[in-house]
């Protein structure tokens, strides 16, 4: 799943009915970006795997203790590629509890843990074994491994008879221990082998009134940092402080393959002549890609627009400081509502260019290439780059995604 890593953000968790209320015991977990320095695949090689892999969601109708033989003796032939950036919390697990870092993806909804061998899961007084196997194929990589039913602390929220994967094999997850899977509940159909959904998290929380309404927001702060702790997830409600603005609801799309994910729908134009830069279609918001990626059409629109040229060693755009100075913002029309993304907030954080291989003096866009021409059903993807600098909010109770505004939207950190 991870192209370029994963990300910061916010859960909200309200009431079962828009609009949104703010609960006044907010549950808090603090979220982190980690930039890796090493790794064989560009930014945007990842990000288009992890497209690829969305597109074509990998649904398994085999039995699982047979896939795990295969795999083991390296018969399978598996693309792996470590991200290069992580968006990460730190989640206890079980009691005594131990403590794992995973990524937080809105993207995929099994929750698991082992991806590092040194921290495999432990079996204590509350795990269940259940017997069933469980694999989820990524656009990074892999795991496969058993599931146990246990009891998970995120935050201040205890969450007992969670679904939990214990990897036995696991590709492409350096530095992390698994996943946070916090996306629809139809995403994990499949995955074990009895081929039904298993609750989220955020599903267990709700059945058990821990939380008020199924929802995930996203709030982080942009960063010049390899590694920094500046985001937080929020169940239980939203809130007010994180945004500048009210939050645009708008429904999840209709149109498939996005529908199956954090889906919408909306346009995008260049500057104040509106230049067209894609036509109002599906794609998603998603916390496990780090660039905004657009179909190859758009892009070639936005390259027009932009006069950037493709960097050969960072995958990136590229544009010279003069371009710059005369580059526009991008405005996405999301339901009746235009977001504007600034000209400082499509490059990519300088002080950070030669951790992807990049010239310390250039300027690098976080526009990317998705890899296919629009009309596909999932045309954009709003990957964390595209998120830091708003509040979203994922409700699922009510099939909707919000966004606002905030005080990062016009920032020049970049």
Not at 336 to 341: A, C, D, K, L, N
């Amino acid at each position: 799943m991870f192209s370029s890593a994963s990300l910061l953000l916010i859960l909200a968790i309200t009431t079962a009915a828009s609009p949104i209320v703010v609960r006044d015991n907010l549950v808090r977990l603090p979220f982190a970006r980690r930039l890796k320095l090493t790794g064989t695949a560009s930014l945007l090689e990842l990000d288009q795997s992890r497209a690829r892999s969305l597109k074509n969601q990998f649904r398994n109708k085999f039995n699982h203790k047979q896939l795990k033989n295969v795999l083991t003796a390296s018969t399978f032939p598996v693309p792996v590629t470590n991200g290069v950036v992580s968006y990460t919390v730190d989640v206890q697990i079980g009691s005594p509890p131990t403590t794992y870092t995973l990524i937080v993806d809105t993207g995929s909804s099994n929750t698991w843990v082992g991806a590092d061998p040194s921290n495999p899961y432990v079996e204590t007084s509350t795990s269940i074994d259940t017997g069933e196997e469980v694999f989820v194929e990524y656009g990074s990589g892999l795991f496969i491994g058993e599931e146990f039913i246990d009891t998970i602390t995120v935050g201040n929220l205890t969450i007992p008879n969670q679904s939990i994967g214990a990897s036995e094999l696991a590709f492409g997850f350096d530095g992390v221990d698994g996943i946070l899977g916090l996306g629809p509940t139809d995403l994990t159909e499949g995955t074990t082998d009895d081929g039904g959904e298993v609750p989220t998290v955020t599903d267990n929380a709700l059945t058990l009134g821990l939380i008020g309404t199924n929802q995930v927001g996203i709030s982080f702060e942009p960063t010049t940092s390899i590694s920094d702790v500046n985001g937080e997830i929020i169940f239980g409600g939203t809130d007010s402080s994180k945004h500048t603005g009210d939050i645009q609801f708008v429904p999840i799309t209709s149109t498939s393959p996005a529908s199956d994910y954090v889906g919408i729908d909306q346009t995008i134009t260049y500057g104040t002549s509106k230049t067209p830069i894609l036509s109002a279609t599906a794609g998603i918001t998603d916390t496990g890609t780090t660039l905004l990626l657009i179909a190859s059409d758009a892009l070639a629109r936005y390259q027009t627009a932009t006069g950037a040229v493709s960097d050969e060693d960072t995958g990136l755009l590229k544009i010279t400081s003069a371009q710059y100075a005369n580059l526009q913002s991008l405005f996405f029309q999301i339901g009746s509502e235009t977001f504007e993304f600034t000209a400082n907030a499509q490059i990519f954080p300088r002080a950070l260019n030669t951790a992807i291989g990049g010239d310390a003096n250039s300027i690098y866009l976080i526009v990317g290439d998705l890899g296919s021409d629009s009309g596909e059903g999932l045309d954009f993807i709003n990957g964390m780059s595209f998120l830091e600098r708003f509040y979203t909010v994922f409700d699922s109770s009510n099939a909707q995604f919000g966004i606002a505004t905030t005080s990062f939207t016009t920032a020049t950190s970049n």
